[in-house]
């Protein structure tokens, strides 16, 4: 996505944060709970994916770097984050965008999704490995079961945009219900980018997915992706979390184990306008429900983006030491 250029500059962010009437934070944030590596078998497609007639925008250029999980923990250690969720992109291999389809891309999905598990195998107290698939692909509700005694999947990663996933589709809807079940029969915390492809996504798309779809998640924690938007704070993304807003604050006790992810939703150049209405919705949704991530390697350095960055909201000292602190709880 363009909308990923705006976060490149995190070594700027750093710089703004650090500036006067900017103290650094004194505590880290523990756990990033969106990340990405790419698994070798998804590496090999990334030339031919990005310049797929089927793409819909450019390739951001971190997308294509060469980055290993030891890059990962690296900077994880040089920020002092203790734990990430580190996202499975096998999704990529089955998603439409990639035209022509790959021959082999259920071989591939898995591979990846392998990758990502054996990397949280090597590092079981600072990774936590998300397979992921596309809802819409033949092999996804066997994908999901492979994995269910597997000790170190403890998540499933959906990507509605790359997955072309419609949610006012009812077959689309019925198939990603399906995914949910599958998910909780195997005790798999969701991370859901529910951002569609639809110019007009928002309010709409949130109700068929709190009424249709989350019901499907049962007792598992499910997390929504950049807070509902794919990066950034435009009209969509804030009609989407209106439309949270609206629905947990009429009913309260729902949906106890939904969260939000913070993921590139903000940063340096955001308006004081936009942070100051951002605090405002997270306050009305419950502070509680909101969890630090930066979608790296698109963050940059994770010291530059989750450190500094927490500043850049106007929360209290309390809120913003409780966030830093915040971990979901898994199987």
Known sequence: MTI?????????????VAGPGHAQPRTPVHTDHHVHVHAP????????????PGRISPCDPAFLQPLTADDLLADMDEAGVQTAWMMSTAYLAESPMMTPALADAAARVHAANAFTVAAAAAHPDRL???????PLAPDALAEIASWKSQPFAKGLKLHLT??????????????????????????LTIMIHMRTRLED???RDVRIFIEQILPHARDVSVVIAHAGGWGGLDANTWDAMEAFRN???????TAPNLFFDLAQVFNADTSQGDRTRLVE?????GVE????????PFSGPLDGYLNAAMVLLPLSSEETESLRRRRIGMK
């Open 4 to 16: 990923r250029r705006l976060f490149a500059a995190s070594a700027a962010l750093a710089a703004f």
């Open 41 to 52: 078998a998804i590496r090999e497609i990334l030339p031919a994916y990005c310049t797929s």
């Open 128 to 134: 936590v490995a998300f397979i992921s698939v596309n």
């Open 162 to 187: 790359n997955s072309g996933v419609d949610l006012r589709n009812a077959d689309h809807v019925r198939r990603l219900a399906a995914v949910f079940d599958a998910a909780s029969e195997a005790r």
């Open 201 to 203: 996504y928002g309010a």
């Open 247 to 253: 629905v947990l604050t009429e009913h309260p006790g």
């Open 281 to 285: 919705v997270m306050r009305s949704i």
């Open 289 to 296: 429900r909101f969890v630090p991530g930066s979608d790296w």
